[in-house]
């Protein structure tokens, strides 16, 4: 199966700092990627769309300029949380889609804003 | 707008028993159904993807059928055992097949 990974795995920052979370797809190219946030005993829940190259479409309730996506390539996205708050402390996931290809999912990224 | 409910939201039972997870439903136009499990501080892990066409699929001790008609699904686990714990998602994809939408999933604990 496709490989996808994430990078950091876990993170433990203070208010007010930025912090950048990097998707990778090994193996495939990913002409979109999902960015997920799941809350402790919630369930996923999609925050943002990125095509390769364009902008992205955000969910309702999920503020653009505070949760930056970059997806320049089609192996790499990236989703910045800018000036992070203790109630963005949460498990964030990326998915990689492509056409045939299907979706696939990152190992995640457990944020915690002290 | 789809909607995927998921029912028990918990669950907890001794280990060798049968169990059955419910996954239902709104919109039932739709291409395929994914169950998933995730276990504590992890990502996914895909299970069973069952398509349109097909009734049901088997891996294993899973089995995961699909009533379109109706809107459901069911994931039965057999002979459950403690190493199955953890949250079993299902998922449906959008009309064009590239996003999904997730239930709220069912935490599993099989005692041993």
């Known amino acids: 199966g496709a490989v996808v990974s994430q990078h950091p795995s876990w993170v433990i920052c203070k208010s007010g700092t930025s912090v950048k979370i990097e998707c990778r797809s090994l193996d495939f190219q990913a002409t979109t990627m999902f960015w997920y946030r799941q809350f402790p005993k919630q369930s996923l829940m999609l925050m943002a769309t990125?095509?390769?190259?364009?902008?992205?479409?955000?969910e309702q309730g999920v503020e653009k300029d505070k949760f930056l996506i970059n997806h320049a390539s089609l192996t790499l996205s990236t989703l910045t949380v800018t000036s992070a708050h203790p109630e963005d402390s949460s498990f964030y996931i990326c998915s990689p889609s492509g056409p045939q290809i299907g979706q696939y999912f990152g190992p995640g990224t457990r944020l915690t804003v002290l | 707008k789809q909607e995927v409910t998921q029912i028990p939201a918990a669950l907890s039972v001794p280990e060798g028993e049968n169990l059955v997870l419910n996954c239902s439903f709104t919109?039932?136009?739709?291409?395929?159904l994914q169950w998933f499990r995730q276990d504590p501080g992890k990502g996914l892990t895909s299970l069973l993807l069952?398509?349109?066409?097909?009734r049901e699929q088997t891996s294993g001790r899973l089995n995961a059928s699909l009533d379109k008609s109706s809107g459901r699904s069911t994931l039965y686990i057999a002979a459950s055992q403690p190493g199955d714990s953890a949250t079993y998602l299902c998922a449906v994809p959008n009309n064009a097949g590239n996003m999904l939408t997730f239930g709220g999933g069912t935490r599993l604990m099989v005692k041993p």
């Open positions: 919109d039932s136009a739709i291409y395929n």
């Open positions: 990125s095509n390769e190259g364009s902008k992205a479409t955000y």
């Open positions: 069952i398509q349109s066409s097909q």
